[in-house]
C-alpha cells in the first residue's frame, strides 16, 4: 500500500481492520520496523486524536517524527498559480518538496474550504502534497474523508459485533457550525465493505455526496431509522447541495436517552471533538452505551497498520530496485 487516502487504496480492508484488531495485543511487535524512517505531519487544521495518535503509531514502529501546524507554526501556504503579493508566503510547491527532502512518508490534515466544492471535492490540496513532495501520503483528514478514523471506527464496529446481522445507523447531529463532509462520507466508504444493514438518517437538504451515501438506505425519519439498531455512529455535517452552508434548525435531531430507546439497546459512536448536548445529551457521553473512547483507542493501531503496509511496500520497492541495479552490473 503505498499511499492512503481512502478505502480503495487498501487492497483487502476486511483483512486490514482483522490486522488492527491483532496488532492492537501486541503493540511492540513491530518496534524496529520504521527504524531510520521519517515521517512528516502537516497539519493546516487543529487536531487532538489524528495527531497524537499517528504520532504514538510512528513511536511504536520505531520512525522519527517531525510534525508542524502549517497554520500556527509555519508559513501561509499558496495553493493557487499566479503572482503572489498577498498575505500567502511560501508556494506549496516549494514547500511539500521541501517536506520530501526530509521525509519518507508524509502525514497531511488538510479540511475543505467549504466554499469551493470543485476544489474541495476534486481533493486539490491533498493532490498538490502527493505531487509535490515525492513522497506516499498518509491522509491526516483531507476534505472529503478521514480513512484513519474510519479504519478506527471499523474496528470498534468488529470489537462490539453481536451475534447476527447488524443494524447500523449513521444519524446526522445539529451543531453550531458549518462542519466538514469527511468523516461522514468516510463512514459510508468503509460501510461499502462490511456485511452489515446500513442505514443514512438526516433532515431533508442535508443529503451526502451520492458517491459516498449510495452505500446505505436514506431514511429522512429518525425515528423509524432508529428502529432496532444496534449501533448508532453520530455525526454533523453541513450542506452539500447548497454547499458550506450549516442548516439552522433541526435541534431535536440531537441523539438522548429517550431515543435510544427505540434502538435494540445500541451503543453510540462518535469520532470526538463533540458538542456536549447539542448533537449528543451528555448522559449518553457519561455512559458505558458510547464507545467514543474506544473509539479514539483505535485510532493508535489503525495507524500503526497503516504505517506499517506504507513501510512494507516502501521496503519492498528499494528491494526491488537494488535487485534491478545488481542485475544490471
Ligand atoms: N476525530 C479526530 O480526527 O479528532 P482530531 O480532529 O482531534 O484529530
Known sequence: MKNFTCAYDVPDVPALIREAIQLKKDPFAFSSLGKNKTIGLIFMNPSLRTRMSTQKAAQLLGMNILSVNTTTE???LETNDGVMNGTTVEHIEEAAAVMGEYCDIIGVRSFPSLSDKLQDTN????LQWMKYSGKPVLSLESATRHPLQSLADMMTIAENKKNKKMKI???????????????????????????EEFVITHPHGLELDEEFSSAGKIEYDQEKALEDAD???VKSWCSF????????????????PE??????????????PVRRDVELASSILKSSTSLHLQQAANRVPAAQIVLKKMITSMNKEIKHSSDEFIHAI
Open 74 to 76: 509555519g508559513w501561509a
Open 259 to 272: 431515543k435510544l430507546a427505540h434502538t435494540n439497546e445500541a451503543k453510540v459512536m462518535h469520532c470526538l
Open 169 to 195: 445507523v449513521l444519524t446526522w447531529a445539529p451543531h453550531v457550525k458549518a462542519v466538514p463532509h469527511a468523516v461522514a462520507n468516510s463512514f459510508c466508504e468503509w460501510m461499502k465493505f462490511s456485511e
Open 123 to 126: 481533493e486539490k490540496n491533498l
Open 231 to 233: 449501533l448508532v455512529y
Open 241 to 256: 447541495s447548497d454547499y458550506g452552508k450549516l442548516q439552522e434548525g433541526n435541534k431535536e435531531w440531537m441523539i438522548t
